[in-house]
């Protein structure tokens, strides 16, 4: 069964049809990524997720375990999704520069009301990125940005999501530090949390992802394995670099 | 002449500490929804009216009254809120500027309809018009108690906004609507609290207002509110120590510029206060601590 259905979902951002009709799912532990062009829609898909944006038309389905019962959170307050289980790291980092680090860290577990297990998330986010803990004290605005990076994806991780949202985590980080950001995600994942990606570095993201899908202008045009994906003559040709 | 600039400054401590209780509720409100509420100096003459009522009805303590005074306004800005601004929330800045100043409008009159637009005497216990003599400097008990008030307020919420999860809501909200959402923050219940709290510490500043003054009527908003706006924007529109320290400034420099210049040129103080404005804008157009980059303005 799957963890995220999204069934034909039709957004309007202001005047603009950004989505048009777009269906995905993302079942329990996987890692799916989300790949396509700049205003594809990659990250209307996710703020419909994560309830920042309304569909129109269509549904949003979310089961945070298996063995729970589907709920539609078509219409859910984003706050109201956050508790549900699905956190959504936003595109371009956007940490709360007026805050300090632990306390960004400590606003991703906002909600939850479980202070020792809290504590002990605050250590597990250290352990993935230890520089955290060395820059506790210093406001979020002063970090390099891979370094907001690892904060960001900290603070999503502190609300105990199932399904973690990223988008586009790679966005103006040198190689290296993607490397080690996207190595961080699949320890996130292999400890239990399932990962909805979007991602312009395609082959990075294709060789992390079980899943993928290719968005173009508002529509989902391919969908298979990261593997298919990788070696689809089209997908080579737009997204690879291939000639 | 020492003890005569002595009591001038004693006197800007006194008016800086009433605009602050006024431009903390202006720059909260400015800061979490981007709002320049006009209607916000209203809730000084909403003040002021409550605690006359309040203290020709009965017997109550001042302390009490403070309290009182402090959730009517708190109320009242809540009322608002719910009332005209959030309809018009993600509607275009000048829409929310231009419902404040309907409301201000709509105050004022419904002031003047009510309770006549007459200028009313304040009553104020004889306690409170004690005269202490500190050295060269005199002062009554009631501007004690402003700056005492003041003070004591202005900490309460430097320790709610800096150290409380509360706080934390409101700082993320202020600088992001949209993350802060993401991080699970209901956003209306956090701009609910800005106003309630930037409302009851103006309804508190009108307490103070009719008790320097002597005298209330329906229209006697205005010119905290400006003073407030002024303040806040000296200090950097959104950031409350901002608004503290505009506040004082232009309290201490009011008061010096009609205290230390010849007679004649005391009818000049709101241009004084007005041409400092350009001045300081000209110079650091964010204001003494307003943020560097202003991403939504």
């Known amino acids: ?243 | 002449m020492d003890g005569y600039i002595a009591q001038q400054l004693v006197n800007g401590l006194i008016l800086g500490s009433m605009y602050a209780l006024v431009a903390i509720g202006f720059t909260m409100i400015y800061g979490i929804i981007r709002l320049i509420n006009f209607a916000h100096g209203d809730i000084v003459m909403i003040g002021a009216f409550m605690t006359l009522g309040l203290v020709i009805s009965g017997k109550i303590s001042f302390p009490v009254i403070i309290i009182l005074v402090f959730i009517g306004g708190a109320l009242m800005g809540i009322l608002i809120e719910r009332a005209a601004f959030r309809p018009m929330r993600g509607a275009p800045q000048v829409t929310g500027f231009i419902t404040s100043l309907a409301i201000s409008i709509l105050l004022q009159n419904l002031g003047i309809l009510l309770l006549t637009a007459q200028p009313r005497n304040f009553f104020c216990p004889d306690y409170l018009q004690t005269i202490y003599h500190l050295g060269p400097v005199s002062l009554r008990a009631i501007d004690l108690g402003i700056v005492v008030t003041a003070v004591v307020l202005m900490i309460f919420l430097v320790l709610l906004v800096r150290f409380t999860r509360l706080g934390m809501a409101m700082r993320a909200t202020a600088e992001n609507l949209n993350v802060a959402r993401l991080m699970g923050i209901n956003i209306n219940h956090t701009i609910m609290l800005a106003f309630a709290i930037g409302s009851g510490l103006a309804g508190v500043a009108g307490m103070m207002w009719g008790g320097k003054y002597g005298q209330i009527d329906p229209l006697l908003g205005f010119v905290p509110g400006l003073k407030a706006f002024v303040a806040a924007v000296i200090g950097g529109v959104g950031s409350i120590p901002g608004a503290m320290l505009g506040s004082y400034l232009l309290g201490f420099g009011e008061v010096l510029f009609v205290g230390l210049l010849p007679p004649i040129y005391s009818s000049y103080r709101d241009a004084f206060v007005f041409t400092t404005l350009i001045l300081i804008l000209l110079v650091l157009p964010n204001g003494l601590l307003g943020r560097k980059t202003e991403l939504k303005a």
């Open chain 1, 1 to 243: 069964m799957d963890m995220l259905e999204i069934r034909d979902s039709h957004v309007y951002i202001g005047q603009t049809y950004v989505l048009k009709g777009v269906s995905l799912e993302v079942r329990h532990g996987e890692i799916v990524a989300l790949i396509g062009a700049n205003g594809a829609g990659k990250t209307t898909t996710l703020s419909t997720i994560s309830g920042l944006t309304r569909s129109r038309r269509g549904k949003v389905l979310f089961r945070p375990d298996p063995d729970t019962t589907q709920r539609d959170i078509t219409k859910a307050p984003a706050e109201g999704i956050v508790k549900m289980g699905i956190s959504h790291c936003p595109e371009g980092r956007q940490v709360f520069s007026d805050l300090n680090v632990w306390e960004n860290l400590l606003i991703g577990a906002y909600l939850r009301k479980d202070k020792q297990a809290i504590q002990s998330d605050l250590q597990w986010v250290c352990e993935l990125f230890p520089i955290l803990r060395d820059r506790r004290r210093q406001s979020a605005g002063n970090l390099s940005g891979g370094e907001q990076m690892m904060l960001a994806i900290g603070r999503a991780l502190m609300s105990r999501p199932r399904l973690l949202l990223l988008d586009e985590p790679s966005l103006g980080l040198a190689p290296l530090l993607v490397e080690i950001i996207f190595e961080m995600l699949e320890q996130i994942n292999a400890q239990g949390t399932t990962i909805l990606l979007v991602e312009q570095n395609a082959l990075m993201a294709f060789e992390l992802a079980q899943r993928a899908y290719v968005m173009e202008t508002g529509r989902i045009t391919l969908s298979g394995t990261g593997k298919e994906l990788a070696e689809n003559e089209a997908v080579r040709k737009a997204y690879l670099g291939a000639t």
